[in-house]
């Protein structure tokens, strides 16, 4: 069974630019969570998304945002990039209901701003 | 959301036990913990998650103590591949998953 996926693997981008990343989740999981984890340091929550719908939004300002598409896989993308918002962003989803306990991540994408 | 404490770093013999503590004196009757492990600034990888008792599965074993506000990762025969670093993390049961990541546990582990 395929694991989630995430492409780019690696993404170099001038400030100001935008980005735009991509998750596909395991067969049957319908809920994506976004991650941003800056060189060196912890994963900080930034978007859930479920069933098509943005569920929640970590600290982090309007220009991060993203979409579900109807076959759940999912995109944030980020506007106006600033040279802190290089970090590898990760993707994680989970089963709907109470069955998924567990969410399961990608490799994650590479963002590189300069 | 309850936190959690793990000391920074650690090593191990290769072929030995590694056992990595968590404290999570916070913790509230209806959550969980969770371990995860990264490997190199790969995607975390899930290992194992408890509620009161004792799990194992093929990768590790998970000890909570009676009174839920510690326990210990137990990797039984560490390998070179085990080294990275292990986060444990308190999840409420009916989480939205919006997981408090710490700063986690450098598992070092030596030839």
């Known amino acids: 069974e395929a694991g989630v996926t995430q492409s780019p693997t690696h993404l170099i981008k001038t400030r100001g630019q935008q980005a735009t990343l991509r998750c596909s989740p395991i067969?049957?999981?319908?809920?994506v969570y976004w991650y941003q984890q800056a060189l060196g340091l912890g994963l900080q929550f930034l978007l859930w998304?479920?069933?098509?719908?943005?569920?929640n939004r970590g600290n982090f300002p309007p220009r991060f945002s993203g979409r579900q598409f109807p076959n759940y896989s999912s995109e944030l993308n980020v506007n106006a990039l600033e040279l802190e918002d290089s970090a590898l962003y990760l993707c994680?989803?989970?089963?709907?209901?109470?069955?998924?306990?567990?969410?399961?991540f990608g490799e994650g994408s590479w963002l590189t701003v300069v | 959301d309850a936190k959690t404490t793990q000391p920074p770093s650690m090593d191990c013999a290769e072929g030995r036990a590694a056992n990595l503590p968590c404290n999570h004196s916070?913790?509230?009757?209806?959550?969980?913990v969770y371990w995860y492990r990264q490997i190199h600034s790969q995607g975390p990888q899930y290992i194992i998650h408890?509620?009161?008792?004792?799990e194992t599965n093929e990768m590790a074993s998970l000890i909570i103590t009676e009174d839920r506000k510690s326990s210990t990762l137990i990797l039984p025969h560490a390998t070179l591949r085990d080294t990275a670093v292990y986060y444990c993390?308190?999840?409420?049961?009916?989480?939205?998953?919006?997981?408090?990541w710490g700063a986690g546990t450098k598992l070092i582990i030596k030839p």
């Open positions: 916070t913790i509230s009757g209806n959550e969980y």
């Open positions: 067969s049957g999981h319908t809920s």
């Open positions: 998304y479920d069933e098509g719908e943005e569920r």
């Open positions: 408890g509620l009161k008792n004792n």
């Open positions: 993390i308190v999840r409420p049961r009916a989480s939205n998953y919006q997981l408090i």
């Open positions: 994680a989803t989970r089963e709907a209901g109470d069955s998924g306990n567990t969410i399961y």
